[in-house]
């Protein structure tokens, strides 16, 4: 006759890798919410830049990211367009960087011209500056816009800075919330980034 045998059935242990250095601080409803925040922002964004270049712009939402401040910082090729933000409740500052090469294709679109994305990169001049400021406040205004459902807050630009080493509003190790939003203009992508402190998340 058949001997039957009890197979012992080991209990199955669930084991999932943590990183200790980059802990999960925000939440799935949080990185739901924070994507929803930042779609809002792409598609009115998108639409205001279409018509002050009178051309399709297409604006998308790439990924939300939890990192450490000087990887973020790191991440930033100089030179770049970097503008500080504020927001005054509760207080605290954020980080908008641009391609330079997407600045100087809007200032050239926005004074008539061809409008092409140079090959090389260099700092914006002070008069391209002062044309972006425009465009960059239209910015601040989408992010106030679009968080207001959430918190009610006044959103500002403070100041421009071309070099990712000369922005820090917090120490290297703190923690930010990093929104990467690609734009594509006339066959030529680019990307466009929020830096959040995770404290202010």
């Known amino acids: 006759s058949d001997t039957e045998t009890d197979e012992v059935v080991e209990p199955t242990h669930r084991v999932a890798l943590y990183?200790?250095?980059h802990p999960n601080l925000v939440s799935k409803e949080q990185m739901r919410l924070l994507e929803t925040i930042h779609e809002g922002i792409c598609r009115n964004?998108?639409?205001f830049l279409s018509a002050q270049l009178r051309m399709i712009v297409e604006m998308?939402?790439?990924?939300?990211d939890q990192i450490m401040y000087s990887e973020f910082v790191m991440s930033i090729a100089a030179p770049s367009s970097i503008y500080v933000c504020e927001i005054d409740d509760p207080y605290t500052n954020f980080v908008l960087e641009l391609n330079p090469q997407l600045s100087i294709f809007v200032v050239e679109k926005l004074f008539g011209g061809r409008g092409n994305f140079i090959p090389e990169v260099r700092p914006i001049s002070v008069i391209e500056q002062k044309v972006m400021k425009r465009?960059?406040?239209r910015i601040a205004v989408e992010v106030q816009k679009n968080w207001s459902k959430i918190a009610q807050f006044n959103c500002t630009v403070n100041r421009y800075e071309s070099n990712p080493e000369f922005v820090q509003i917090l120490p290297s190790s703190e923690a930010v919330v990093v929104a990467s939003m690609e734009i594509k203009i006339h066959g030529n992508s680019t990307?466009?980034?929020i830096c959040y402190p995770y404290i202010w998340i």
């Open 19 to 21: 990183d200790f250095k």
């Open 135 to 137: 465009v960059v406040d």
């Open 191 to 193: 990307l466009m980034n």
């Open 60 to 64: 998308n939402l790439l990924a939300v």
């Open 45 to 47: 964004f998108g639409v």
